[in-house]
Protein backbone atom coordinates (compact mmCIF):
# COMPACT_ATOMS: atom_id res chain seq x y z
CA UNK A 1 0.00 0.00 0.00
CA UNK A 2 1.12 3.37 -1.38
CA UNK A 3 2.59 5.99 1.36
CA UNK A 4 0.30 8.75 0.39
CA UNK A 5 2.24 12.03 1.24
CA UNK A 6 0.56 15.52 1.44
CA UNK A 7 3.04 18.12 1.51
CA UNK A 8 1.63 21.91 2.65
CA UNK A 9 3.45 24.64 1.19
CA UNK A 10 2.96 28.65 1.20
CA UNK A 11 3.52 31.23 -1.72
CA UNK A 12 5.18 34.29 0.15
CA UNK A 13 6.50 37.66 -0.55
CA UNK A 14 10.35 37.47 -0.64
CA UNK A 15 11.52 38.60 2.58
CA UNK A 16 14.51 40.71 1.59
CA UNK A 17 11.88 42.82 -0.67
CA UNK A 18 9.91 45.33 0.72
CA UNK A 19 7.00 43.96 2.13
CA UNK A 20 3.92 45.96 2.80
CA UNK A 21 -0.11 46.01 3.91
CA UNK A 22 -2.54 46.88 0.98
CA UNK A 23 -5.27 49.19 1.67
CA UNK A 24 -7.59 46.45 2.58
CA UNK A 25 -4.69 45.26 5.34
CA UNK A 26 -3.86 42.43 4.34
CA UNK A 27 -0.34 41.46 3.26
CA UNK A 28 0.01 43.03 -0.34
CA UNK A 29 1.12 40.13 -2.74
CA UNK A 30 1.41 42.03 -5.76
CA UNK A 31 4.23 44.60 -5.79
CA UNK A 32 7.05 42.04 -3.96
CA UNK A 33 8.29 39.29 -5.85
CA UNK A 34 6.99 35.98 -4.20
CA UNK A 35 8.30 32.24 -3.75
CA UNK A 36 8.19 29.40 -2.17
CA UNK A 37 8.57 29.94 1.75
CA UNK A 38 12.02 28.63 2.71
CA UNK A 39 11.05 26.61 5.75
CA UNK A 40 8.58 24.80 3.29
CA UNK A 41 11.92 23.73 1.41
CA UNK A 42 12.25 21.45 4.70
CA UNK A 43 9.29 19.93 4.40
CA UNK A 44 9.34 19.07 1.23
CA UNK A 45 12.72 17.32 1.45
CA UNK A 46 11.93 15.33 4.68
CA UNK A 47 8.89 14.40 2.22
CA UNK A 48 11.47 13.29 -0.21
CA UNK A 49 13.61 11.69 1.85
CA UNK A 50 10.94 9.49 3.58
CA UNK A 51 9.51 8.71 0.35
CA UNK A 52 13.07 7.35 -0.59
CA UNK A 53 12.96 4.93 2.74
CA UNK A 54 9.42 3.72 1.91
CA UNK A 55 8.93 0.79 -0.38
CA UNK A 56 5.75 2.86 -2.53
CA UNK A 57 5.08 6.20 -1.86
CA UNK A 58 3.47 9.67 -3.72
CA UNK A 59 3.96 13.01 -2.45
CA UNK A 60 1.57 15.14 -3.24
CA UNK A 61 2.33 19.38 -2.80
CA UNK A 62 -0.86 21.00 -1.59
CA UNK A 63 -1.25 25.25 -1.59
CA UNK A 64 -3.90 28.00 -0.89
CA UNK A 65 -3.34 31.18 -2.85
CA UNK A 66 -3.54 33.09 -5.83
CA UNK A 67 -2.51 33.18 -9.22
CA UNK A 68 0.90 33.06 -9.10
CA UNK A 69 1.15 30.53 -5.95
CA UNK A 70 1.68 28.14 -8.98
CA UNK A 71 5.11 28.72 -8.38
CA UNK A 72 5.87 27.46 -5.57
CA UNK A 73 4.06 24.36 -6.32
CA UNK A 74 6.68 24.43 -9.92
CA UNK A 75 9.68 24.54 -7.14
CA UNK A 76 8.39 21.45 -5.00
CA UNK A 77 7.39 19.77 -7.55
CA UNK A 78 10.96 20.38 -9.62
CA UNK A 79 12.83 19.35 -6.17
CA UNK A 80 11.16 15.43 -7.07
CA UNK A 81 7.34 15.73 -5.74
CA UNK A 82 4.65 13.84 -8.13
CA UNK A 83 2.14 16.08 -8.01
CA UNK A 84 0.39 19.06 -7.10
CA UNK A 85 -3.36 20.69 -6.16
CA UNK A 86 -3.69 24.09 -5.98
CA UNK A 87 -6.70 25.73 -3.95
CA UNK A 88 -7.64 28.89 -5.79
CA UNK A 89 -10.68 31.08 -5.47
CA UNK A 90 -11.46 34.77 -5.03
CA UNK A 91 -13.27 34.68 -1.91
CA UNK A 92 -9.98 33.36 -0.17
CA UNK A 93 -8.54 36.82 -0.14
CA UNK A 94 -7.99 37.86 2.83
CA UNK A 95 -8.29 34.58 5.04
CA UNK A 96 -7.10 34.17 8.65
CA UNK A 97 -4.62 30.86 10.19
CA UNK A 98 -8.09 29.51 11.40
CA UNK A 99 -9.67 30.06 8.12
CA UNK A 100 -6.45 28.45 6.05
CA UNK A 101 -6.24 25.47 8.36
CA UNK A 102 -9.83 24.78 7.13
CA UNK A 103 -9.78 24.86 3.52
CA UNK A 104 -6.41 22.66 3.72
CA UNK A 105 -7.81 20.23 6.01
CA UNK A 106 -11.08 19.73 3.58
CA UNK A 107 -8.08 19.65 0.56
CA UNK A 108 -5.93 17.48 2.34
CA UNK A 109 -9.23 14.95 2.97
CA UNK A 110 -10.26 15.77 -0.36
CA UNK A 111 -7.13 14.22 -1.80
CA UNK A 112 -6.58 11.54 0.83
CA UNK A 113 -3.60 10.79 3.14
CA UNK A 114 -1.64 9.09 5.55
CA UNK A 115 1.10 11.36 5.93
CA UNK A 116 1.11 15.61 6.38
CA UNK A 117 4.25 17.11 6.17
CA UNK A 118 4.02 21.12 6.98
CA UNK A 119 7.40 23.82 7.90
CA UNK A 120 7.63 25.08 11.05
CA UNK A 121 6.06 28.58 9.90
CA UNK A 122 5.45 30.68 7.35
CA UNK A 123 8.48 33.33 6.75
CA UNK A 124 5.44 36.27 6.15
CA UNK A 125 2.78 35.34 9.00
CA UNK A 126 5.54 33.48 10.97
CA UNK A 127 2.65 32.63 13.31
CA UNK A 128 3.70 28.83 12.99
CA UNK A 129 0.37 27.45 14.18
CA UNK A 130 -1.12 26.10 11.31
CA UNK A 131 0.18 22.10 11.84
CA UNK A 132 -1.15 22.26 15.37
CA UNK A 133 -4.80 23.77 13.67
CA UNK A 134 -4.74 20.97 10.66
CA UNK A 135 -3.87 17.90 13.64
CA UNK A 136 -6.89 19.27 15.56
CA UNK A 137 -9.84 19.58 12.27
CA UNK A 138 -7.76 16.24 10.95
CA UNK A 139 -8.38 14.67 14.69
CA UNK A 140 -4.92 12.93 14.08
CA UNK A 141 -1.31 13.29 16.26
CA UNK A 142 -0.10 16.37 15.72
CA UNK A 143 4.16 15.44 15.71
CA UNK A 144 5.72 18.86 15.46
CA UNK A 145 8.53 21.36 15.35
CA UNK A 146 10.38 17.98 14.59
CA UNK A 147 14.73 18.41 13.93
CA UNK A 148 14.65 14.75 13.08
CA UNK A 149 11.81 12.31 11.22
CA UNK A 150 11.80 9.37 10.13
CA UNK A 151 8.88 6.45 9.17
CA UNK A 152 8.45 2.75 9.49
CA UNK A 153 5.87 0.43 10.13
CA UNK A 154 3.14 2.90 10.27
CA UNK A 155 4.78 4.73 12.95
CA UNK A 156 6.51 8.30 12.59
CA UNK A 157 9.01 9.12 15.18
CA UNK A 158 11.31 12.33 15.38
CA UNK A 159 12.82 14.53 18.06
CA UNK A 160 11.64 18.03 19.07
CA UNK A 161 14.15 20.50 21.08
CA UNK A 162 12.05 22.60 22.99
CA UNK A 163 13.12 25.37 25.37
CA UNK A 164 14.06 23.37 28.21
CA UNK A 165 14.64 20.12 26.86
CA UNK A 166 14.73 17.71 24.03
CA UNK A 167 11.86 15.28 23.27
CA UNK A 168 11.53 12.08 21.24
CA UNK A 169 7.72 11.71 19.79
CA UNK A 170 5.98 8.62 18.28
CA UNK A 171 2.82 8.32 16.55
CA UNK A 172 1.12 6.32 14.40
CA UNK A 173 -0.28 6.97 10.95
CA UNK A 174 -2.12 9.24 9.58
CA UNK A 175 -0.63 12.02 11.60
CA UNK A 176 0.45 15.73 10.95
CA UNK A 177 4.18 16.58 10.71
CA UNK A 178 5.98 19.43 11.00
CA UNK A 179 9.70 19.45 10.72
CA UNK A 180 12.55 22.90 11.21
CA UNK A 181 15.07 24.38 9.23
CA UNK A 182 17.53 21.65 11.47
CA UNK A 183 16.03 18.69 9.90
CA UNK A 184 17.80 18.71 7.24
CA UNK A 185 19.46 21.07 4.22
CA UNK A 186 17.04 21.32 1.43
CA UNK A 187 18.23 19.87 -2.20
CA UNK A 188 18.53 22.21 -5.12
CA UNK A 189 16.18 21.22 -8.28
CA UNK A 190 18.23 19.42 -10.81
CA UNK A 191 18.04 20.41 -14.33
CA UNK A 192 16.49 17.40 -15.25
CA UNK A 193 13.63 17.92 -12.14
CA UNK A 194 13.19 21.19 -13.49
CA UNK A 195 12.06 19.85 -16.81
CA UNK A 196 10.22 16.99 -15.19
CA UNK A 197 8.20 19.39 -13.24
CA UNK A 198 6.78 20.68 -16.29
CA UNK A 199 5.20 17.74 -16.79
CA UNK A 200 3.47 16.98 -13.55
CA UNK A 201 -0.05 17.27 -12.99
CA UNK A 202 -1.41 20.41 -11.15
CA UNK A 203 -5.04 20.02 -9.83
CA UNK A 204 -6.96 23.12 -9.04
CA UNK A 205 -9.47 23.30 -6.84
CA UNK A 206 -12.09 25.88 -5.53
CA UNK A 207 -14.43 26.59 -2.84
CA UNK A 208 -16.88 24.96 -4.13
CA UNK A 209 -15.10 21.44 -4.54
CA UNK A 210 -14.06 21.28 -1.15
CA UNK A 211 -18.07 22.21 -0.34
CA UNK A 212 -16.78 25.39 1.76
CA UNK A 213 -19.12 28.30 2.08
CA UNK A 214 -17.53 31.51 0.75
CA UNK A 215 -18.68 33.25 4.45
CA UNK A 216 -16.42 30.64 5.89
CA UNK A 217 -13.14 31.83 4.80
CA UNK A 218 -11.68 35.27 3.08
CA UNK A 219 -11.91 38.64 5.35
CA UNK A 220 -15.39 38.26 6.50
CA UNK A 221 -15.57 35.08 7.54
CA UNK A 222 -11.70 35.58 9.88
CA UNK A 223 -11.69 35.29 13.27
CA UNK A 224 -9.32 38.14 14.03
CA UNK A 225 -9.53 41.99 12.59
CA UNK A 226 -6.69 43.94 11.77
CA UNK A 227 -7.55 47.35 12.71
CA UNK A 228 -4.57 49.11 11.41
CA UNK A 229 -0.93 48.55 10.54
CA UNK A 230 1.73 51.50 10.56
CA UNK A 231 5.40 51.29 9.54
CA UNK A 232 7.56 51.34 12.52
CA UNK A 233 9.67 54.53 12.53
CA UNK A 234 13.27 53.75 11.39
CA UNK A 235 15.67 53.93 14.10
CA UNK A 236 17.04 56.87 14.49
CA UNK A 237 21.05 57.18 13.53
CA UNK A 238 23.33 56.08 16.02
CA UNK A 239 27.08 57.08 16.82
CA UNK A 240 29.21 55.02 15.03
CA UNK A 241 33.18 55.12 15.69
CA UNK A 242 36.01 53.22 14.03
CA UNK A 243 38.30 51.66 16.68
CA UNK A 244 41.67 53.59 17.09
CA UNK A 245 42.74 51.07 20.00
CA UNK A 246 40.12 52.48 22.07
CA UNK A 247 37.07 51.08 20.85
CA UNK A 248 36.38 48.46 23.73
CA UNK A 249 36.69 51.38 26.37
CA UNK A 250 34.52 53.86 24.38
CA UNK A 251 31.70 51.67 24.15
CA UNK A 252 31.88 50.66 27.78
CA UNK A 253 31.63 54.60 28.28
CA UNK A 254 28.66 54.59 26.16
CA UNK A 255 27.02 51.76 28.25
CA UNK A 256 27.82 53.40 31.71
CA UNK A 257 26.22 56.75 30.13
CA UNK A 258 23.21 54.51 29.29
CA UNK A 259 23.24 52.99 33.10
CA UNK A 260 24.22 49.59 32.04
CA UNK A 261 27.28 49.41 33.92
CA UNK B 1 -15.60 41.60 37.01
CA UNK B 2 -14.66 39.86 34.45
CA UNK B 3 -12.25 37.08 34.41
CA UNK B 4 -9.06 36.24 32.17
CA UNK B 5 -7.56 33.14 31.92
CA UNK B 6 -3.61 32.75 31.91
CA UNK B 7 -1.70 29.85 30.76
CA UNK B 8 1.26 29.15 33.42
CA UNK B 9 4.80 28.19 31.53
CA UNK B 10 6.29 26.63 34.36
CA UNK B 11 9.18 24.12 35.20
CA UNK B 12 8.27 21.96 38.43
CA UNK B 13 6.41 24.46 40.05
CA UNK B 14 8.88 26.96 39.28
CA UNK B 15 7.17 29.97 37.02
CA UNK B 16 8.80 31.24 34.66
CA UNK B 17 9.23 35.59 33.89
CA UNK B 18 7.05 35.71 30.93
CA UNK B 19 3.97 34.33 32.91
CA UNK B 20 4.48 36.91 35.39
CA UNK B 21 4.42 39.78 32.50
CA UNK B 22 1.32 37.91 31.28
CA UNK B 23 -0.60 38.84 34.82
CA UNK B 24 0.54 42.67 34.74
CA UNK B 25 -1.28 42.17 31.18
CA UNK B 26 -4.23 40.35 32.32
CA UNK B 27 -4.89 42.50 34.82
CA UNK B 28 -5.95 45.29 32.53
CA UNK B 29 -8.44 43.19 31.35
CA UNK B 30 -9.81 41.27 34.33
CA UNK B 31 -9.38 39.34 37.20
CA UNK B 32 -6.63 37.11 36.24
CA UNK B 33 -6.96 33.10 36.76
CA UNK B 34 -4.27 30.87 36.77
CA UNK B 35 -4.22 27.69 34.73
CA UNK B 36 -1.02 25.51 36.10
CA UNK B 37 -0.58 21.89 34.55
CA UNK B 38 1.37 19.06 35.33
CA UNK B 39 4.36 18.07 37.94
CA UNK B 40 4.65 21.21 40.69
CA UNK B 41 1.78 22.60 39.49
CA UNK B 42 -0.14 23.26 43.10
CA UNK B 43 3.84 25.14 44.04
CA UNK B 44 2.89 27.55 41.52
CA UNK B 45 0.33 29.28 43.04
CA UNK B 46 2.24 31.49 45.70
CA UNK B 47 4.38 33.11 43.07
CA UNK B 48 1.00 33.48 40.75
CA UNK B 49 -0.64 35.11 43.91
CA UNK B 50 1.84 37.82 44.14
CA UNK B 51 1.44 38.84 40.98
CA UNK B 52 -2.22 39.25 40.47
CA UNK B 53 -3.73 35.55 40.19
CA UNK B 54 -7.49 35.86 42.43
CA UNK B 55 -7.68 32.06 41.72
CA UNK B 56 -5.14 29.05 40.79
CA UNK B 57 -6.44 26.17 38.85
CA UNK B 58 -4.29 23.28 39.10
CA UNK B 59 -4.28 19.80 37.61
CA UNK B 60 -0.93 17.38 38.04
CA UNK B 61 -2.21 14.17 36.40
CA UNK B 62 0.78 12.70 34.53
CA UNK B 63 -0.99 13.04 30.41
CA UNK B 64 0.77 16.80 30.88
CA UNK B 65 4.67 15.17 30.47
CA UNK B 66 3.47 11.97 28.26
CA UNK B 67 1.88 13.20 25.53
CA UNK B 68 2.55 15.95 23.35
CA UNK B 69 -0.11 18.98 23.12
CA UNK B 70 -3.38 17.81 23.16
CA UNK B 71 -3.72 17.30 27.19
CA UNK B 72 -3.09 20.51 27.74
CA UNK B 73 -5.42 21.90 25.31
CA UNK B 74 -8.20 20.01 26.84
CA UNK B 75 -7.03 21.06 30.28
CA UNK B 76 -7.55 24.68 28.85
CA UNK B 77 -10.94 23.90 27.39
CA UNK B 78 -12.47 22.49 30.92
CA UNK B 79 -10.77 26.04 32.57
CA UNK B 80 -12.59 28.00 29.73
CA UNK B 81 -15.81 26.33 30.85
CA UNK B 82 -15.50 26.28 34.54
CA UNK B 83 -15.07 30.18 34.40
CA UNK B 84 -17.57 30.88 31.77
CA UNK B 85 -20.02 28.94 33.32
CA UNK B 86 -19.55 30.80 36.39
CA UNK B 87 -19.04 34.42 35.06
CA UNK B 88 -17.60 36.05 32.37
CA UNK B 89 -14.76 35.22 30.15
CA UNK B 90 -12.67 38.27 29.10
CA UNK B 91 -9.75 36.58 27.22
CA UNK B 92 -7.46 33.41 26.81
CA UNK B 93 -3.67 34.47 27.89
CA UNK B 94 -0.62 32.46 27.00
CA UNK B 95 3.13 32.74 26.86
CA UNK B 96 4.37 32.71 23.04
CA UNK B 97 6.70 29.67 23.69
CA UNK B 98 6.56 26.83 20.66
CA UNK B 99 4.26 24.87 22.57
CA UNK B 100 1.77 27.24 23.82
CA UNK B 101 0.95 28.92 20.68
CA UNK B 102 0.14 25.29 19.55
CA UNK B 103 -2.20 24.89 22.11
CA UNK B 104 -3.51 28.61 22.12
CA UNK B 105 -4.60 27.71 18.70
CA UNK B 106 -6.01 24.13 18.94
CA UNK B 107 -7.93 25.77 21.94
CA UNK B 108 -8.81 28.71 19.98
CA UNK B 109 -10.39 26.50 17.25
CA UNK B 110 -12.20 24.19 19.72
CA UNK B 111 -14.19 27.40 21.53
CA UNK B 112 -14.77 29.05 18.21
CA UNK B 113 -12.71 31.85 19.06
CA UNK B 114 -9.86 34.08 16.98
CA UNK B 115 -6.36 33.55 17.80
CA UNK B 116 -3.89 36.07 17.99
CA UNK B 117 -0.08 35.28 18.55
CA UNK B 118 3.00 36.73 19.57
CA UNK B 119 1.43 40.19 20.58
CA UNK B 120 3.99 42.67 22.34
CA UNK B 121 1.19 44.50 24.07
CA UNK B 122 -2.17 43.99 25.06
CA UNK B 123 -4.48 46.87 25.72
CA UNK B 124 -8.55 47.05 27.01
CA UNK B 125 -10.89 48.21 24.67
CA UNK B 126 -14.48 48.79 25.16
CA UNK B 127 -15.12 46.23 22.37
CA UNK B 128 -12.62 43.88 23.88
CA UNK B 129 -8.43 43.41 24.18
CA UNK B 130 -6.55 44.73 21.19
CA UNK B 131 -3.24 43.50 20.87
CA UNK B 132 -0.41 45.02 18.83
CA UNK B 133 2.16 42.79 17.03
CA UNK B 134 5.16 43.54 15.61
CA UNK B 135 5.31 42.21 11.67
CA UNK B 136 7.62 42.01 8.93
CA UNK B 137 11.01 41.51 10.44
CA UNK B 138 9.78 44.70 12.81
CA UNK B 139 9.32 46.75 9.99
CA UNK B 140 5.59 47.67 10.63
CA UNK B 141 3.24 47.65 13.52
CA UNK B 142 -0.14 45.88 13.60
CA UNK B 143 -3.12 46.79 16.19
CA UNK B 144 -5.11 43.24 15.72
CA UNK B 145 -8.25 42.07 17.41
CA UNK B 146 -10.50 39.08 17.42
CA UNK B 147 -13.99 39.81 16.04
CA UNK B 148 -15.50 36.04 17.10
CA UNK B 149 -15.79 34.26 20.36
CA UNK B 150 -13.06 34.80 23.66
CA UNK B 151 -9.27 36.62 21.98
CA UNK B 152 -7.28 33.79 22.79
CA UNK B 153 -3.98 36.03 22.70
CA UNK B 154 -0.35 34.55 22.80
CA UNK B 155 2.43 37.27 24.29
CA UNK B 156 5.78 37.46 23.72
CA UNK B 157 8.49 37.58 26.64
CA UNK B 158 9.76 41.28 27.61
CA UNK B 159 6.02 42.55 26.17
CA UNK B 160 5.14 44.12 30.02
CA UNK B 161 6.99 44.31 33.34
CA UNK B 162 6.67 41.91 36.24
CA UNK B 163 4.64 43.98 38.60
CA UNK B 164 3.91 42.90 42.68
CA UNK B 165 -0.20 42.96 42.93
CA UNK B 166 -1.28 40.69 45.55
CA UNK B 167 -4.09 39.05 45.23
CA UNK B 168 -5.72 35.92 46.59
CA UNK B 169 -4.43 32.78 44.16
CA UNK B 170 -6.63 30.27 46.07
CA UNK B 171 -5.79 27.15 44.36
CA UNK B 172 -8.76 25.36 43.23
CA UNK B 173 -8.44 21.30 41.35
CA UNK B 174 -9.03 21.79 38.02
CA UNK B 175 -11.35 18.28 36.59
CA UNK B 176 -10.12 17.43 33.32
CA UNK B 177 -11.54 14.62 30.84
CA UNK B 178 -8.90 14.05 28.35
CA UNK B 179 -10.63 13.89 24.61
CA UNK B 180 -10.02 10.93 22.58
CA UNK B 181 -6.29 12.38 20.86
CA UNK B 182 -5.06 13.44 23.96
CA UNK B 183 -2.84 10.15 23.91
CA UNK B 184 -2.05 10.74 20.09
CA UNK B 185 1.42 11.77 20.38
CA UNK B 186 3.34 9.85 23.16
CA UNK B 187 6.35 11.63 24.44
CA UNK B 188 8.93 8.57 24.62
CA UNK B 189 11.61 10.20 25.99
CA UNK B 190 13.13 13.11 27.52
CA UNK B 191 16.61 14.71 27.84
CA UNK B 192 16.48 18.51 29.90
CA UNK B 193 18.82 20.77 28.62
CA UNK B 194 22.01 21.75 30.56
CA UNK B 195 22.06 24.39 32.40
CA UNK B 196 24.52 27.31 31.47
CA UNK B 197 24.13 29.21 34.23
CA UNK B 198 23.05 32.04 32.24
CA UNK B 199 19.54 33.53 31.80
CA UNK B 200 16.97 32.28 29.17
CA UNK B 201 17.34 33.72 25.65
CA UNK B 202 14.26 34.83 25.41
CA UNK B 203 13.77 36.44 28.80
CA UNK B 204 16.81 38.29 29.39
CA UNK B 205 17.47 41.94 29.52
CA UNK B 206 20.97 41.96 27.70
CA UNK B 207 21.99 39.89 25.03
CA UNK B 208 25.62 39.41 23.58
CA UNK B 209 25.60 37.52 20.35
CA UNK B 210 28.28 36.37 17.76
CA UNK B 211 27.67 36.07 13.91
CA UNK B 212 30.60 34.76 11.08
CA UNK B 213 33.08 37.17 12.25
CA UNK B 214 33.57 35.22 15.38
CA UNK B 215 34.70 32.54 13.27
CA UNK B 216 35.54 29.23 14.79
CA UNK B 217 33.37 27.33 18.27
CA UNK B 218 36.69 28.11 20.26
CA UNK B 219 36.10 31.94 19.84
CA UNK B 220 32.79 32.07 21.35
CA UNK B 221 34.41 32.29 24.47
CA UNK B 222 35.28 35.87 24.19
CA UNK B 223 31.26 36.39 23.74
CA UNK B 224 30.76 34.35 26.57
CA UNK B 225 33.53 36.15 28.28
CA UNK B 226 31.27 39.14 27.70
CA UNK B 227 28.24 37.61 28.50
CA UNK B 228 29.52 36.63 31.86
CA UNK B 229 30.68 40.38 32.57
CA UNK B 230 26.92 41.47 31.97
CA UNK B 231 25.25 38.74 33.32
CA UNK B 232 23.83 38.42 29.98
CA UNK B 233 22.28 35.75 27.87
CA UNK B 234 24.35 34.52 24.51
CA UNK B 235 23.70 34.55 21.25
CA UNK B 236 23.99 33.52 17.81
CA UNK B 237 23.10 34.40 13.84
CA UNK B 238 21.95 31.28 11.63
CA UNK B 239 25.77 32.14 9.70
CA UNK B 240 27.04 31.04 13.43
CA UNK B 241 24.90 28.23 13.82
CA UNK B 242 24.88 26.60 10.63
CA UNK B 243 28.54 26.40 10.73
CA UNK B 244 28.28 24.05 14.10
CA UNK B 245 29.67 27.24 16.29
CA UNK B 246 27.02 27.67 18.42
CA UNK B 247 23.68 25.39 19.33
CA UNK B 248 20.55 26.33 17.91
CA UNK B 249 18.86 26.76 20.64
CA UNK B 250 20.78 30.10 21.04
CA UNK B 251 19.85 31.19 17.49
CA UNK B 252 18.63 34.68 17.17
CA UNK B 253 16.41 35.57 14.14
CA UNK B 254 13.49 34.06 12.20
CA UNK B 255 14.11 30.57 12.21
CA UNK B 256 15.35 30.57 15.74
CA UNK B 257 14.23 32.77 18.65
CA UNK B 258 12.82 36.58 18.77
CA UNK B 259 14.04 38.50 21.64
CA UNK B 260 13.61 41.82 22.45
CA UNK B 261 15.68 43.16 25.49
CA UNK B 262 17.15 46.02 27.30
CA UNK B 263 20.34 45.47 25.49
CA UNK B 264 21.32 43.63 22.45
CA UNK B 265 25.34 43.47 21.19
CA UNK B 266 25.80 41.85 18.18
CA UNK B 267 29.41 40.80 17.67
CA UNK B 268 30.81 39.99 13.82
CA UNK B 269 26.83 39.82 12.95
CA UNK B 270 26.09 41.20 9.62
CA UNK B 271 22.47 41.86 10.33
CA UNK B 272 20.98 40.24 7.64
CA UNK B 273 16.99 40.52 7.18
CA UNK B 274 16.56 36.76 8.49
CA UNK B 275 18.59 38.11 11.60
CA UNK B 276 16.88 41.63 12.23
CA UNK B 277 13.65 39.68 12.24
CA UNK B 278 14.37 38.16 15.64
CA UNK B 279 16.17 41.28 17.44
CA UNK B 280 14.88 44.64 15.90
CA UNK B 281 12.57 45.75 18.39
CA UNK B 282 15.38 44.85 21.23
CA UNK B 283 15.77 48.78 23.02
CA UNK B 284 19.09 49.51 22.86
CA UNK B 285 21.32 47.93 19.88
CA UNK B 286 25.27 47.91 19.77
CA UNK B 287 27.06 46.13 17.50
CA UNK B 288 30.86 45.47 16.37
CA UNK B 289 31.75 44.85 13.06
CA UNK B 290 35.07 45.43 11.11
CA UNK B 291 32.81 46.19 7.80
CA UNK B 292 31.34 49.42 8.43
CA UNK B 293 29.25 48.60 5.09
CA UNK B 294 27.82 46.15 7.14
CA UNK B 295 23.55 46.71 7.28
CA UNK B 296 23.65 46.07 11.52
CA UNK B 297 25.08 49.54 11.67
CA UNK B 298 22.26 50.95 9.80
CA UNK B 299 20.22 49.63 13.29
CA UNK B 300 22.29 50.78 15.97
CA UNK B 301 22.53 53.44 18.87
CA UNK B 302 25.87 52.91 18.98
CA UNK B 303 28.59 50.87 16.85
CA UNK B 304 32.50 50.35 16.16
CA UNK B 305 34.25 49.56 13.16
CA UNK B 306 36.89 47.44 14.23
CA UNK B 307 38.12 43.48 15.43
CA UNK B 308 35.67 42.30 17.47
CA UNK B 309 38.97 40.18 18.86
CA UNK B 310 40.06 43.40 20.00
CA UNK B 311 37.30 45.45 20.85
CA UNK B 312 35.34 42.71 22.91
CA UNK B 313 38.22 41.52 24.81
CA UNK B 314 39.18 44.97 25.65
CA UNK B 315 35.24 45.83 26.54
CA UNK B 316 35.12 42.76 28.19
CA UNK B 317 37.91 44.11 30.75
CA UNK B 318 37.17 47.44 30.73
CA UNK B 319 33.03 46.36 32.62
CA UNK B 320 34.89 43.98 34.94
CA UNK B 321 37.41 46.76 35.94
CA UNK B 322 34.37 49.53 36.18
CA UNK B 323 32.07 46.39 38.35
CA UNK B 324 35.40 45.96 40.35
Redesign the interface.
Known amino acids: MSLRIVVTVKYVPD??GD???AED?TVDRDDVDGLLSE?DEYAVEQALQIADEADDAEITVLTVGPEDAKDALRKALSMGADKAIHVEDDDLHGT???GT?LVLAKAIEKAGYDLVISG?AS??G????L???L???L???????L?EVSVADGVV?GR?????????????LP?VVSV???SGEARYPSFKGIMAAKKKPVQSWDLEDLEIEADEVGLEG???????????P??T???????E????????E???G?K?? | MAEVLVYVDH?DGAVRKPTLELLTLARRLGDPVAVALGNGAANTAATLAEHGAVKVLTDEAAEYADY???PK?DALQAAVEVVSAAGSLAAVLVPS???A??????L???I???????AVDVEADDEGP?ATQ????????????????TPVITVKPNSAPVEAAPAAGAVEALSVTFS??AT??????????ESTGRP?L?EAA?VVSGGRGVNGSENFAIIEALADS?GAAVGASRAAVDAGWYP??NQVG??GKSVSP??YIANGISGA??HR?GMQTSK???A?NKD?EAPI???????????LF??????????KT??G
Open positions: ATRHFLLDAVSMTDTMGVPALAERGVPQVTLSKRDGDSASEQLEASATDQSWTKVDSATERARAGTIVKDGEGGKQLAFLVQFI | VLVVVSAEKEIAARALRGSGVITDVSVFAASYSTKTRVSKGAQGTKVTGRTPRETILHTQTQLIQATIVVAFDLVDYGVVGDEVVPQLTEEIRK
